[in-house]
């Protein structure tokens, strides 16, 4: 082979390198939009009667941690954003273990870690009780004694939490949280307990209803994504420590009126 063809293969290759690198890097840059939302958009899974999820609302439009900070992460990736509304978080659980929605905005557990991938946290919330008017609870030793049902709802945190560190009082799984006000004015329900965001929700439509001073628990609620798609995570925990350190996350929870909460640490 002569050294002009030699020069000329080496090039060639070089060239070809180059070319293939900038592939690559392209290849990267679009991953993200590729791998968290593959259908083109970002589908996230919501649920109503929660300010830390979304507060539907026909004439203002709706409003909520969760479909705000959504609705910012579509922007980011470049996709268009669809909020998928389901009646309960136990669905949305279940939409995202499946890949039926591509990111819920809910707490991160242990129990769920199992199922899906969470990034870090950008919420903070107490966990407390509700009580109803004329209730003889009223601190938080009130609530383990024989006789007491305290609901929660059915497939969340404070189910699995509660279920196992109350030993006298009744658990009592509510299907969702829309059902608490009635249930609690029936005298069906001496207590409901979830993070006191929802609580101070639930109450104005309870009059005289009461959030027990102080706290049994905190939850910290991270961006959810389905297994599989851990490249996409760096995204996730670049999006979640931008939201909270530009503001955000502050900016969610007020336009929510979200109580009892902050932005994570």
Request: net charge neutral; charged share 20%.
């Amino acid at each position: 082979m002569s050294v002009i063809i030699r020069k000329f293969v080496v090039l060639s290759a070089f060239v070809a390198m180059i070319g293939s690198c900038g592939s690559f890097v392209l290849a990267d840059e679009m991953a993200p939009r590729t791998i968290l939302a593959p259908s083109g958009k970002l589908r996230v899974g919501l649920y109503p009667g929660t300010p830390t999820s979304i507060l539907p609302n026909a004439e203002s439009g709706p409003r909520g941690v969760g479909y705000d900070l959504g609705r910012a992460m579509a922007e980011r990736l470049g996709v268009a954003y669809e909020p998928v509304v389901f009646s309960k978080n136990t669905e949305v659980l279940e939409a995202v273990k499946t890949g039926k929605v591509d990111a819920a905005f809910t707490n991160a557990s242990a129990s769920r870690a199992k199922e899906m991938d969470f990034g870090p946290a950008y919420l903070e919330s107490d966990l407390g009780y509700l009580v109803p008017s004329g209730s003889p609870a009223k601190a938080l030793a009130d609530i383990d004694v024989p006789g007491r049902r305290v609901g929660v709802t059915e497939g969340s945190s404070s189910d699995a939490a509660l279920s196992h560190d109350l030993k006298q009082a009744e658990v009592v799984r509510i299907a969702a949280i829309g059902l608490v006000p009635e249930l609690m004015a029936a005298g069906r329900l001496d207590a409901f307990a979830t993070n006191k965001a929802t609580l101070f929700e639930i109450a104005e439509k309870l009059p005289g209803s009461t959030d027990l001073p102080g706290r049994w628990g905190v939850e910290r609620h991270a961006i959810a994504i389905p297994k599989g798609r851990e490249q996409g995570m760096a995204f996730v925990k670049k999006f979640t420590e931008d939201a909270k350190s530009g503001g955000l996350v502050s900016a969610a929870i007020t336009r929510a009126g979200l109580r009892a909460a902050a932005p994570a640490p």
